[in-house]
């Protein structure tokens, strides 16, 4: 396999996405705080982490790595805004690192989407 940028994004939003779902999962005391605060725990915590983990093997198979972006997209959005507007920066004292890995998630998902927008079903054409 050749080593790449765009290979070197994919594995870096997968894995910031791919870490995350360990605390989902096991409804880590963070996890659970962060779905509280937002009025969707437990479905909220779990349903995010089940599209996370589609997210992430779609970025990791190359044939569908643009339809994984758009996905991770969509729920980093949410994350940021959930930051933003409502859970703040700092979470439990952690200096705002969940706040920049999703930051990080975002501009990687729109590194991954952009040169592939043209094979995104229904938007593709436009873009």
Same mark, same amino acid.
């Given at each position: 396999?050749?080593?790449?940028?765009?290979?070197?994004?994919?594995?870096?939003?997968?894995?910031?996405?791919?870490?995350?779902?360990?605390?989902?999962?096991?409804?880590?005391?963070?996890?659970?705080?962060?779905?509280?605060?937002?009025?969707?725990?437990?479905?909220?915590?779990?349903?995010?982490?089940?599209?996370?983990?589609?997210?992430?093997?779609? /970025?990791?198979?190359? $044939?569908?790595?643009?339809?994984?972006?758009? =996905?991770? *997209?969509? @729920?980093?959005? %949410?994350? &940021? !805004?959930?930051?933003?507007?409502?859970?703040? /920066?700092?979470?439990? $004292?952690?200096?705002?690192?969940?706040?920049? =890995?999703? *930051?990080? @998630?975002?501009? %990687?998902? &729109? !590194?991954?989407?952009?040169?592939?927008?043209?094979?995104?079903?229904?938007?593709?054409?436009?873009?």
């Amino acid at each position: 396999m050749k080593f790449s940028f765009d290979l070197l994004v994919r594995l870096a939003v997968a894995v910031i996405l791919f870490q995350t779902l360990f605390f989902k999962f096991t409804g880590a005391e963070e996890s659970k705080y962060i779905f509280s605060t937002l009025g969707a725990e437990p479905v909220g915590r779990i349903g995010s982490g089940i599209v996370e983990l589609i997210a992430v093997i779609l /970025i990791l198979n190359p $044939g569908t790595t643009a339809i994984g972006a758009v =996905l991770s *997209l969509g @729920v980093i959005t %949410g994350a &940021i !805004l959930s930051h933003l507007f409502i859970l703040g /920066i700092d979470i439990k $004292g952690d200096g705002g690192l969940l706040f920049y =890995l999703a *930051l990080a @998630v975002f501009v %990687g998902s &729109i !590194l991954l989407i952009w040169p592939r927008r043209k094979t995104l079903p229904f938007v593709g054409q436009y873009l």
